[in-house]
Nanobody, 121 residues
Framework: QVQLVESGGGLVQPGGSLRLSCAASGSIFAIYAMGWYRQAPGKQRELVAALMSGGRTNYADSVKGRFTISRDNAKNTVYLQMNSLKPEDTAVYYC???????????????WGQGTQVTVSS
């Protein structure tokens, strides 16, 4: 079994910062990409940032210059540093990983349970 566990969400004032973490654990053979999505009330889930093998990154236009995604390969952990937060960043943030399971060799996308980020004064 594979688990993705997020942490680091919370309440922050506009202009503040938060750092999200997501640790992948279990029978993992390889991780090809990890990323963060978010879903605000009444809206569809959207990509925030992704980090692919080789270091290529992809950011939503709305977060470019404010958010930074990074990864610790030794810990199978991905981070999202969020600066200059705005009220419109309020959402549940989900971690996602494209990985191959050890043993079965199957490849697929896995999701964390989500962590709430609220930006409000």
């Amino acid at each position: 079994q594979v688990q993705l566990v997020e942490s680091g969400g919370g309440l922050v004032q506009p202009g503040g910062s938060l750092r999200l973490s997501c640790a992948a654990s279990g029978s993992i053979f390889a991780i090809y990409a990890m990323g963060w999505y978010r879903q605000a009330p009444g809206k569809q889930r959207e990509l925030v940032a992704a980090l692919m093998s080789g270091g290529r990154t992809n950011y939503a236009d709305s977060v470019k210059g404010r958010f930074t995604i990074s990864r610790d390969n030794a810990k199978n952990t991905v981070y999202l540093q969020m600066n200059s937060l705005k009220p419109e960043d309020t959402a549940v943030y989900y971690c996602n990983a494209d990985l191959r399971v050890a043993g079965t060799g199957s490849r697929g996308y896995y999701w964390g349970q989500g962590t709430q980020v609220t930006v409000s004064s």
